[in-house]
């Protein structure tokens, strides 16, 4: 079994202090980036305001994030990263979708950000759906990792690597976008959150049957 660090990616040899000082300089990026996001909205806020509260040139922002919007989504790396593994690592006779689903549902129900449906996620979800560019970074960002479930399913041996993906993908974002708007709705969301891993693993068992 491979140790996980705190946020789930393997745990591997110590970094360096070059390593150590590069992630050190990202975190304090993302954390201003976060804070001003969730107090102004993302369409209020500069790449030079988010430098200049990080303490760091405007380069340097770019250097970790080469997109605004990838300041906002900067954990994407460490989910596609863990449902790679997933599938890669599965045990012999399992399917790749049931080994997603078996993850997600075990992570979720961990209350785990970002899968979980956390209460202290609701100004990041209002700050998504307040913006545009966001959503359409979200929707990229679906694909992306349709793409890369894709080739670590093909890598593998599953059959219709594409097809599996793309509709693992589908249900899973199509699951967590109405919990998410049953939530900014008005619904309760310890409520929402109690029966959310149960439909991960309903919408995610059917796509297993369908591509099996």
């Known amino acids: 079994m491979i140790a996980e660090d705190r946020h789930g990616a393997p745990a591997g040899p110590p970094p360096g202090r070059r390593e150590r000082k590069k992630a050190e300089v990202r975190q304090r990026i993302s954390d201003a980036a976060t804070a001003l996001f969730l107090r102004s909205g993302f369409d209020q806020v500069s790449v030079s305001e988010i430098a200049e509260a990080a303490d760091v040139a405007r380069p340097t922002v770019f250097a970790h994030f080469p997109r605004k919007e990838d300041l906002f989504f900067d954990r994407y790396p460490e989910v596609a990263g863990r449902l790679t593994r997933a599938i890669a690592e599965r045990p012999a006779g399992t399917s790749a979708v049931s080994a997603l689903r078996d993850t997600l549902v075990a992570v979720t129900q961990a209350g785990q950000a970002p899968y979980g449906l956390n209460a202290d996620m ?30 670590a399913m093909a890598a593998t041996g599953t059959a219709e690597p594409e097809l599996a993906a793309a509709l693992a993908v589908a249900a899973c974002r199509t699951v967590h976008l109405q919990a998410v708007r049953g939530i900014l709705a ?27």
Not at 128 to 142: H, T
Not at 189 to 210: C, E, F
């Open 186 to 212: 008005g619904e309760d969301a310890p409520a929402v959150a109690a029966r959310h891993s149960g439909r991960i693993r309903s919408a995610l068992s059917a796509v297993d049957q369908m591509t099996a």
């Open 122 to 151: 609701i100004p990041w979800w209002r700050a998504v759906a307040a913006s545009r560019a966001l959503q359409a970074r979200a929707r990229e960002l679906a694909d992306q990792l349709a793409t890369e479930l894709a080739q």
